[in-house]
Every structure is written in C-alpha cells, then in structure tokens.
C-alpha cells in the first residue's frame, strides 16, 4: 500500500512524516518548500493482536502488514501548469493507491501560511482543484488517442463515453471519486490513474487544545460531506515531540494532557478503510504474520496474497476468529472447543481471521 503525503507547503507534512515513520528523516522547518526531494519510508502497522496470536502460538517472530509513506514538496496553485517542480510530483503521485491530505488548521503567527492566512475550505479547494486541473490534461490527451484507436471497435468507444463523462465532471469542479461508476466505467478510468478518483484522507492538522475533536466537528470546519472521504484530528507537532519517548513515556505525556491516546497508529488503519483494505493473520510457531487484502476478497485470493499459485491451488482452510487462539492459548485448545471452521472457496475472509490454507497441486 503506498500513500502519498500532498498539500500546500509549510502545513506539516515532513512533521507528520517523521511522526508515522518515528524518525527525524525528513527536513521540517518553518519556511515553504522545505522539502524538494521526496522522502519514502515503509512503516509497519501496529496491531496489538499480532503480539497477543504470537505469545498465543509461542510464535518466534512478527511479520506486521506494512504501508509505504511519500511526503514531497508542497503543491501551490497553478502547480498543474508549471513545467518545474510542480507538474512533476502531480504527475507521481498517480504511483499512489491513496492521498493523505494535511490540512492545516492549527493557527501560529509564527508559521508562514502561503495564502497569508489559514482558511482550511479555501486551501483544500486550491489543492482539489490542482489535482482535478492535472486530470482534465490527462484525460484530454487520452480521449484523443483513444479515439484514434478506436474507429468502430465498441469497447474502445464505450471507454471514450466514460472518459468524456469524467471530463465534464472535472470541468465542473466534481472529484471523479465524488461519482458513482458502473464496473465498466471503473474499468475503462483504470489506466488514467486519475487522481481525483483514489481515496483521500483529510488529516487536520489541529492545536493540541483541538485533538478530541469529533469527525463530525471537522467535517463541519471544512466542508467535507461525502462520509466515503475519512476526515481525522492529528497534532504533527505532538506527535512529532513523541517520537524518541518510550510507550510509558508516551502514556505519561499524554495522561498529562487528558488524552487517552492519538490518531496516529489510527490513521494508518483509517488509509487502509478509505482503500478497502483489511487483513488476515498466519500464525504458527515459526511466525505470526498479517497479510493485507481487499475486504470482501474470497478465501482463494486471500491465499493467492502469499503466493500467487495458491489462488490455483487452494481446496480448503481452517479459520478462526483470532480472539479464540489468544483464548484458547493456540490451535490444539481452540480445535477441541469447536472454535476452528472448516470453510471452502467461497468463503470471505473477515478482517482478525486467522488461516490456515489447505492445498492441492
Ligand atoms: N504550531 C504548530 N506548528 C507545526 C505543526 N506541524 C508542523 N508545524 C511547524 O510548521 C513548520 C513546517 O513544517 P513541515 O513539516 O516542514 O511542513 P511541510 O508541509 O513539510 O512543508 P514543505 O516541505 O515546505 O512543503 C515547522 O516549523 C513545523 O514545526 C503543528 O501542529 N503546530
Ligand atoms: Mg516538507
């Protein structure tokens, strides 16, 4: 899973970066285009269930599911049509599955804002609108190859109505991913990698006085409606003042602030909902591994994630909710108590299943 950081410059994106990858890798200081080359970092997912399978299955090791960050340099308006700097990251971030937008809404005089004051909608319009603008060319440009191509071959002008459709929704300012889209539709968009049609995630960038902000709460302040776009609070700077503690300092620090925890480790989790993502667990005495799949993906292609030939060759699997093997200290105690299934190719994995596949060649 590979998520790029976006927005405007000077919002605390490398701050945030550094805070999900609990590192000082990135440059984050108080001037705009701090950040030119992008920085990546594969972060792992903290899930407390995978040390409680391991001490279950005395498992020697964890495999966590893991999701790759890119924070790059801030994008301004008219980015779309620079030839530098701008157009070129717009035209990386198509390599994303999904955006996280940092939207900044704490207020510090003593951090520039490039619009000279902080108007979260009006920000997020600016960026929205540069991601709709690199879409519109790319979709012009491929309108008319398509159409050369496609003279009288039905499928290729049928891809051309969709293309034209989502054309005129970007013209008109709509987010393509705003729009419902047949699977033919969704199938002829494939290979634009629009980016105003992958998942966002607005993380606000809040004041430490503003972290028990509700969904609803921020959802109001900037004007995101569609509940399919997944809005959470996070304190970059907070967090970023937490990355060297231990977790009893953490818990300490933030006692202190009457906060039980943060939306950090949340918002790797929130990334993967917005994606429709989830994952299953392997666990035996060698390791105990979580391995990331589509929800609603059937026990065959949740196998087919470890290795491809086992999509072929699957016939069955056991499964168990993974709550029983920490109960039942292990597989052998969860088999006597009836808590293990016996289930076949038709079968949709549930997010904490734990597997294990039976093949055949
Ligand atoms: N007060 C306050 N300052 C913050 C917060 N988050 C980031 N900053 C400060 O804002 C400045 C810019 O942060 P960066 O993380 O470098 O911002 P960026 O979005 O990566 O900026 P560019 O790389 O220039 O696009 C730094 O001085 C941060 O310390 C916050 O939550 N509150
Ligand atoms: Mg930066």
Redesign the pocket.
């Known amino acids: 899973m590979k998520i790029w950081i976006v ?12 805070a999900l990858t609990r590192n000082y890798s ?10 030119i080359e992008p920085n990546v970092w594969l972060v792992n997912v903290q899930d407390d269930r995978l040390e409680m399978l391991r001490i279950a299955v005395s498992g020697a090791k964890i495999i966590p599911a893991s999701c790759e960050f890119t ?1 790059i ?2 994008i301004v308006q008219w980015a779309s049509e620079w030839e530098g700097m701008g157009n070129k990251f717009l035209a990386n971030i198509r390599e994303s599955d999904a955006i996280l937008q ?1 939207v900044r809404i ?1 207020e ?1 005089n ?2 520039i804002h490039v619009h000279g004051k902080v108007d979260p909608r009006n920000d997020i319009e600016v960026i929205n609108a540069e991601l709709m603008l690199a879409d519109i060319e790319t979709l012009q440009k491929k309108i008319v190859s398509e159409a050369k191509k496609a003279r009288s071959d039905k499928e290729l002008l049928a891809k051309v109505e969709t293309l034209q459709k989502v054309l005129e929704w970007l013209e008109s300012w709509i987010l393509a991913s705003s729009q419902s889209l047949t699977p033919d539709e969704r199938f002829h968009l494939y290979d634009s990698h629009l980016l105003s049609n992958k998942p966002f995630v607005y993380a606000c ?3 430490e006085d503003m972290m028990d902000a509700s969904e609803d709460e921020l959802r109001k302040l900037i004007w995101i409606e569609n509940s399919q776009i997944r809005v959470v609070p996070i ?4 967090e ?1 003042d937490m990355i060297d503690m231990w977790l009893q300092e953490r818990k300490e620090f933030l006692d202190d602030m009457w906060l039980i925890s943060t939306w950090l480790d949340n918002l790797i989790k929130t990334s993967y909902d917005a994606l429709g993502l989830q994952y299953y667990f392997t666990a035996w005495e060698q390791e105990v591994r979580a391995w990331t799949i589509h929800k609603w993906d059937s026990a065959p292609k949740a196998a087919g994630v470890i290795h491809t030939d086992f999509e072929k060759w699957f016939i069955k699997a056991d499964v168990v909710n993974w709550k029983d093997i920490v109960d039942c200290w292990g597989w052998s105690k969860a088999r006597e108590q009836g808590k293990v299934r016996l289930e076949w190719k038709e079968y949709i994995v549930q997010d904490g299943d734990v597997i294990l596949f039976k093949f055949s060649k």
Do not use: E, Y
């Open positions: 927005w405007l410059p000077n919002v605390g994106k490398s701050t945030l970066f550094n990135a440059d984050a200081q108080n001037f705009p285009f701090c950040t924070d340099a801030g940092v704490f510090d003593d951090i960038n809040v004041s304190c970059a700077k907070l970023a």
